[in-house]
């Protein structure tokens, strides 16, 4: 069974950084391109950002751009993004999801999400 | 950037009945391979995202057979047949052909 669990949210001042962690099992990690993508609260969806299977490709929305960092840790089956100079419209949570084949194909499989408030 | 434009924002039906969501793109969805990578997700109640539909008419696995993608090119569909409780959510269309991977905003589905 693919699992992916998020995990680094919290309460971060503006300005401030966090991390956040995804832990996959159920499947061949570095076989596969992965994703953040977030919801602000009552809001819609908001991709943020890919990584390819082997760190090769990466993407970002224009709202993160130079602000975030995906990365990835095959041998440790995690994904990661580093977020600096957080504002307060970063706000959401923070989902980490798998596509159905290595990079395309919809988002198949999606964590639970981690909750990422940024306030003073 | 592509943008997605769902429509309704909201509907409600009755159980049994049929619901259409329309999902236009602002460019062509067709990949340089030749594939479209449009999908459908439903979000219910406090809960994350769940694929229904890929590239455009896949059913991903277990997605009841209720549920139905078409379109091409820059216009698609998603229709619920015999809607039933569990339907409850709401609805987004992605696009997965071009980056930044876009999503439309969203439409509610209630159940009268």
């Known amino acids: 069974e693919v699992q992916l669990v998020e995990s680094g949210g919290g309460l971060v001042q503006p300005g401030r950084s966090l991390k956040l962690s995804c832990v996959a099992s159920g499947f061949t990690f570095s076989n596969y391109g992965m994703n953040w993508i977030r919801q602000a609260p009552g809001k819609g969806l908001e991709w943020v950002a890919y990584i390819s299977s082997g760190s090769s490709y990466i993407y970002y929305a224009e709202t993160v751009k130079g602000r975030f960092t995906i990365s990835r840790d095959n041998a440790k089956n995690t994904l990661y993004l580093q977020m600096t100079s957080l504002r307060s419209e970063d706000t959401a949570l923070y989902y980490c999801a798998r596509p159905l084949y290595s990079s395309h194909g919809g988002f198949a499989y999606w964590g639970q999400g981690t909750l990422v408030t940024v306030s003073s | 950037d592509v943008v997605m434009t769902q429509t309704p924002v909201s509907m409600s039906v009755s159980l049994g009945g049929q619901v259409s969501i329309s999902c236009r793109s602002s460019?062509?969805?067709?990949?340089?391979?030749?594939?479209?990578?449009l999908s459908w997700y439903i979000q219910k109640p406090s809960q994350s995202p769940q694929l229904l539909i890929y590239?455009?008419?896949n059913r991903f696995s277990g997605i009841s057979d209720r549920f139905s993608g078409s379109g091409s090119g820059t216009d698609f569909t998603l229709k619920i047949s015999r809607v039933e409780p569990d339907d409850l959510g709401v609805y987004y269309c992605g696009q997965g052909t071009q980056y930044p991977l876009t999503f439309g905003s969203g439409t509610k589905l209630e159940i009268k």
């Open positions: 590239k455009v008419s």
């Open positions: 460019q062509s969805l067709v990949h340089n391979n030749g594939n479209t990578y």
